[in-house]
């Protein structure tokens, strides 16, 4: 089975910075999207960023240019580096990978157990 480790988040004032990480341990065939989730309460879970297999970035609007996702499949892990933090950042972080599966016909995903993010002075 696939665990996922996060670390990195804790609290921060206003325009600090914070570098999450999130190691996925197991049994792993080959990795494909990895990515950040959050959720602030009373919210959805939407998506912060995603990196795919080929290094390709995408960011949701509000954390764009001020935030770093990257990864090191080497060490199947995956990064997210917040800077300028907001207020409103404050959410539970996620960590989400898929792979492909045995025989590489569909994608699994796993999510992390969550990270606490809360910015304020």
């Known amino acids: 089975q696939v665990q996922l480790v996060e670390s990195g988040g804790g609290l921060v004032q206003p325009g600090g910075s914070l570098r999450l990480s999130c190691v996925a341990s197991?049994?792993?065939?080959?990795?494909?999207?990895m990515g950040w989730y959050r959720q602030a309460p009373g919210k959805q879970r939407e998506l912060v960023a995603i990196?795919?297999?080929?290094?390709?970035?995408n960011y949701q609007d509000s954390v764009k240019g001020r935030s770093t996702i990257s990864r090191d499949n080497a060490k199947n892990t995956v990064y997210l580096q917040m800077n300028s933090l907001k207020p409103e950042d404050t959410a539970v972080y996620y960590c989400?990978?898929?792979?492909?599966?045995?025989?590489?016909?569909?994608?699994?995903?796993?999510w992390g157990q969550g990270t606490q993010v809360t910015v304020s002075s």
């Open positions: 197991g049994r792993i065939f080959r990795l494909l999207d």
């Open positions: 990196i795919t297999s080929g290094g390709s970035t």
């Open positions: 989400k990978i898929s792979a492909e599966s045995r025989m590489g016909t569909y994608a699994l995903y796993y």
